[in-house]
């Protein structure tokens, strides 16, 4: 089914809206899950929370691209958590993925003037990784936003680790001046 006749389900508040986007997006959101989570059973939660976030938020939101709103719902519900499991027991690549991204320093304010904030931020992200070429934007969003450990990285793209490594060093290094000559406040 095609993602406007499934957001015409939900705004229908039919329940086939869940079946139908758990047949065309269940595999992505258990894929982020499963990436973020180290349990599956956590990861198949995740996927329930997701539908159910969905269904919470189609309607009033009216995704255009329902992908990425499924996407970024699953992933949100992965990193909540991962949170709520790594307050009962430190480890895991989750923490070292957020030990990278710290170097950036990005504050994570609820403000009006943060939510101004967070557009410009987001806008610069999207115009560093529109600036890359396709293989270094594809190993950063998958660490930094599908949150893959780095030999599932570097396996699937037969490359090794000490260059996924010292390739997404560097990427976090120029994307940090780009947000500088951009400028996004550290």
Known sequence: MEDCGIIELFFARSESALDETAKKYGGLCRYIARSILD???DAEECVNDTLMRAWESIPPNRPDNLAAFIGRLARNSALNRAVFNS???RGGDWDMIAE???ELSIPSSQSGEAIDDALALR???NSFLASL???QRILFVRRYWYMSPLTDIARDYG????TVKSTLSRLRKRLKTHLIKEGITL
Do not use: F, Q, R, T
Not at 159 to 162: I, N, V
């Open 133 to 135: 070429p396709g293989d």
């Open 123 to 125: 806008d610069a992200v």
């Open 159 to 162: 490359l090794p680790l000490g």
């Open 39 to 41: 349990s599956p059973e």
């Open 100 to 102: 990278e991204i710290s």
């Open 87 to 89: 307050a009962k027991k």
